[in-house]
């Protein structure tokens, strides 16, 4: 089992910015892909932004070039920072971890509201 405790957040205006970060805890030797997901109102969860273990980042066309994912393997946690944000990023943000044997553990969900 892994636990991931999720905090940042918040309202913010557009074109300003924000982190979220995201603490992992428990069996983590087996995990190969880690990342952030969001879930607008009324539509599905989608990737925004995640990590490979073993090298490689990727990133929804939406975000890119305004996002950034990043880890600290000591203090095992995650951070997705958030740079020039827009009215349609609001949602509820993820994190999540994937582990071999197609196990994935999520965090318990942030809210981000991005005012125009």
């Known amino acids: 089992q892994v636990q991931l405790v999720e905090s940042g957040g918040g309202l913010v205006q557009a074109g300003g910015s924000l982190g979220l970060s995201c603490i992992y805890s428990?069996?983590?030797?087996?995990?190969?892909?880690m990342g952030w997901y969001r879930q607008a109102a009324g539509k599905g969860r989608e990737l925004v932004a995640a990590?490979?273990?073993?090298?490689?980042?990727e990133y929804a066309d939406s975000v890119k070039n305004r996002f950034g994912i990043s880890r600290d393997r000591a203090k095992t946690t995650l951070y997705l920072q958030m740079n020039k944000l827009k009215p349609e990023d609001t949602a509820v943000y993820y994190c999540?971890?994937?582990?071999?044997?197609?196990?994935?553990?999520w965090g318990q969900g942030t809210q981000i509201t991005v005012s125009s």
């Open positions: 999540s971890v994937t582990a071999y044997g197609a196990k994935q553990y």
């Open positions: 428990g069996r983590l030797f087996d995990i190969y892909y």
């Open positions: 990590i490979r273990i073993g090298g490689g980042e």
